[in-house]
């Protein structure tokens, strides 16, 4: 092992996140410092892209506010990320979701993976 892996390793942060990938809709709960106050607010919006590897990991989550998209990008071994829930799976077919930036309307959806297993109602 060389020393800049060792030293990533021990500076990356071991939380428990939840494993998703571009397409997934997710929220973040990252903390606010205002003065001496800490607050924490919800970022909610569909992952377009996760880049690099290790405590160098980032990604970067998209949503529509008042009709003007906003993208945010978060390092993932950041202190100032509380938590991430994931809340739906999306059923993309490429890793960085560039186009959504472009597109309006119904074409802007990503369709929801649906478990493969399938219940039966009984009658």
Request: hydrophobic fraction near 35%; charge should be positive.
């Amino acid at each position: 092992m060389d020393a800049i892996s060792f030293v990533q390793d021990q500076l990356a942060r071991k939380a428990g996140f939840p494993s998703f990938k571009s397409g997934d809709n997710i929220v973040v709960n990252y903390k606010i410092i205002e003065g001496d106050k800490v607050r924490i607010q919800a970022y909610r919006g569909d992952v377009i892209q996760i880049k690099g590897h290790g405590a160098n990991k980032t990604f970067t989550v998209r949503k529509m506010s008042n009709g003007v998209g906003v993208e945010r990008i978060f390092p993932i071994s950041s202190p100032s990320i509380d938590s991430i829930e994931v809340t739906k799976r999306g059923k993309v077919r490429r890793a960085k979701l560039y186009y959504l930036r472009g597109t309006v309307g119904k074409k802007s959806r990503i369709k929801e993976l649906r478990s493969g297993i399938a219940t039966k109602a009984k009658a």
